[in-house]
């Protein structure tokens, strides 16, 4: 072929991520034609005087001058002493793709560990996987679409639990990689809408609860002071409050409070386990719990707060 084969778009090559890198050379190498002078099915023939070696020529010249120029400087070295494009792709594919058993278990045990991380897309997540899938099978490794699907599935996010479970009843027919992202992507969606439905609602409600708290707290209050205006306090014999209401009601609970506050202010009951088995308890023990007991039971019940462990099951004894 006569027309320049151009790299500009595609990134130089530094030594990271040599499946990505291999992948488009390929591609560019089958657009252009070349693609068997590169991984070696096409060859130089016997006669070097014929058109058709001098079109091998020709082209093997192309596909060396294509892998070069996609290379950093320092991954030229290894290439100096090939002498053909098939030469040189087959020493990049030795170095950068290690074909050794212990890369092979390295790859295999990042396959089977590899989990959906929370800011990935549906897309994101199963290019990873059938990327871990490629690496395995240019090792040599054979990789089965039901595994690659229960690679897929069982590495999901926990949101994706229910989706699980509806896959099951897909026929065996249609379960395969395509529907399986096709099904994800929907789902991804849908999860996605429901999410920003319930924030929208959850908004409007705020605003609109705000909005009748502005209209009706200047009435309520209005109304409030002129039905207490002929109220008589029980307590203080007063008018405008209720009794629960009325300052004396705080200094009594304040003289209480100061009268029993040396020994049950920084009060608790305590349960100890000790190795002396014995029931009994001095006086002054005895009478700061059960001064604290009266004091809890007591309370007024305007002054009480009800606390939840939010434990799901509770054990007394």
Known sequence: MS????????????????????????????AYGIKDVVDGTRKMPDDTQCAVAKAWVRENAKAMHVILTSLEFAQLEPLLVC?????????????????????????????????????????????????????????????????????I?????????????????????????????????REEARLNDESDNASALAAVGKTRSAG?????????KNKSRKLRKDIECFKCGKKGHFARECKNNRSEKKTLDDSESRETRDCAFVVEASGKTSNKCSKEEE?????????????????VWITDSGASKHITY
């Not at 990327?131 to 990789?143: F, H, K, S």
């Not at 599935?153 to 395509?178: I, N, P």
């Not at 007991?293 to 305007?302: F, N």
């Open 3 to 30: 027309e320049e084969i151009s790299t500009r778009n595609i990134p130089k090559f530094d030594g990271k991520n040599f499946q990505g890198w291999k992948f488009q050379l390929k591609m560019l190498f089958t």
């Open 83 to 151: 002498e053909t494009a098939n030469d040189m792709w087959e020493k990049l594919c030795r170095i950068h793709e290690q074909r050794s058993a212990s890369n092979k278990l390295m790859i295999t045990q990042k396959f089977h560990e590899y989990r959906m991380s929370p800011g990935d897309s549906v897309v994101q997540h199963v290019s990873r996987v059938q990327n871990m899938t490629a690496q395995l099978i240019d090792m040599g490794e054979t990789v089965t679409e039901v595994t690659i699907m229960a690679r």
């Open 153 to 185: 599935l069982a590495s999901l996010s926990s949101k994706y639990g229910t989706f699980r479970t509806a896959w099951d009843s897909v026929d065996q027919d249609r379960q395969t990689v395509e529907n399986l992202q096709e099904r994800l992507i």
């Open 212 to 220: 009748r708290k502005v209209e009706t707290g200047a009435k309520d």
């Open 287 to 303: 009478s700061a719990v059960d001064k604290a007991g009266r004091q809890i039971l007591s309370a007024d019940l305007s002054d």
